[in-house]
């Protein structure tokens, strides 16, 4: 592995076990049942511990998009052409997609990326950090080299550490890639050692024809290349995509400036999956968002131990479950840094230790 990519997976440390704390005892002083607000009390106890601080901003969002083409398209997967993966991309800047929209309206930055789209075009609100013009068809031929595949996540983790270095308080990751359900059921086969039937689903939207075309090619696919379940990198070349590699990297990022990343759906689950893989202690930076309809999407949630906070039956992809999800985060923090204490609302909590002694409230704290 390159070096640098080696020493930001070595440099990722642990949740900040004070914070945590802190912000635990904190809830457990705010003026109301104990854990009656579930997951918003959950939310910013684990940003305490990303942070260090039991209060924090969440204003300055950015969700990182990587864009790129996938060979295996060419097979008859997907039911959208590949020249959607460049108009949309394009769309991202114009303000027209559906992440785009959401993230004017939550008050989030996009950042663009073009990994891999199979054209050569010039645009101002894209960034040009190609690997290869698409990667190659899986069927055929592994989908990329292990050097390319780890010039693709140094990408995103760039990505995330200039996010850091621009003053954002959160991040989430997003893609583009006309085909990438594909690629991404078949890196989590890989991963999980599951027959493509377990992992794969229609995507945006394919007949019963090419959804066995789908589930035949990727089953076929690690068969003959037998990619390594204990290596991302490897499962990630041989039949992964760009899009993939450079959000495991945007994530790895992330997790070593010790910045929150927020999960999108599908694909981007696996990328989380993949990076976890390579450094568990990611799990202590990753906020997952809203619940995929992609049936592989909660094996990687299981994998990695982790649960969605939204089910909005979204399938969009984009990263457009990011910024609904920046907004729940901060509501999480409005309510830590402003409930009033039993003792500010001149409450006597004593009616509540039963309640904090008993087993249950110990186990959902």
């Keep these: 592995m390159q070096d640098g990519l080696r020493a930001t997976i070595e440099s990722i440390a642990p ?7 802190l912000a635990l005892a904190r809830q457990q002083s705010l003026a109301k049942p104990p854990h009656s607000l579930g997951k918003l009390e959950d939310i910013s106890v684990k940003l ?4 260090g601080r039991m209060f924090n901003a969440v204003e300055r969002r950015r969700v990182l998009i990587f864009a790129s083409d996938n060979g295996i398209a060419r097979e008859g997967v997907a039911s959208a052409p590949q020249s959607v993966t460049l108009s949309q991309t394009i769309n991202f800047t114009r ?18 990326m073009d990994v891999g789209i199979d054209a050569d075009f010039v645009h101002p609100g894209v960034r ?24 693709a996540m140094q990408v995103g983790v760039d990505a995330a550490l200039r996010a850091k270095a621009d003053g954002m308080d959160i991040v989430g990751v997003g893609e583009m890639g006309i ?14 050692g599951l027959p493509a039937g377990d992992t794969v689903s229609r995507g945006a939207g394919i007949n019963d024809e090419a959804y066995r075309r789908k589930i035949r090619l990727i089953d076929e696919a690690i068969r003959r290349y037998a990619p390594d379940p204990s290596d991302p990198v490897d499962a990630i070349a041989k039949v992964g995509g760009f899009d993939i590699a450079a ?8 997790a070593s400036a010790r910045l929150p990343a927020v999960i999108d759906g599908f694909i981007s689950a696996v990328a989380a999956l993949c990076a976890f893989r390579l450094n568990p202690l990611c799990a202590d930076y990753l906020f997952p968002s809203h619940a995929s309809r992609e049936k592989g999407y ?37 309510v830590i840094r402003d409930m009033a204490t039993f003792a500010e609302a001149a409450i006597d909590d004593g009616y509540l230790a039963e309640i904090r002694a008993s087993k249950r409230y110990q186990g959902e704290a």
């Design 15 to 21: 949740a900040d076990s004070r914070a945590i704390e």
């Design 48 to 51: 305490a511990g990303v942070t």
């Design 95 to 112: 303000g027209l997609t559906g992440v785009a929209v959401l993230a004017k309206h939550f008050r989030a930055e996009l950042d663009v």
């Design 128 to 151: 040009d950090c190609k690997i290869a013009r698409g990667t190659k068809d899986f069927a055929r031929e592994p989908a990329m080299t292990r050097e390319e595949a780890e010039r």
């Design 179 to 192: 085909g990438n359900t594909s690629t991404s059921a078949a890196v989590l086969s890989a991963l999980l």
């Design 247 to 254: 959000m495991c990297g945007a994530f790895l990022g992330a």
């Design 298 to 334: 909660a094996l990687a949630m299981d994998a990695m131990g982790l649960q969605p906070m939204l089910n909005l039956d979204m399938r969009l992809g984009e990263g457009s479950g990011c910024p609904i999800t920046f907004e729940v985060i901060a509501a999480a923090e409005s």
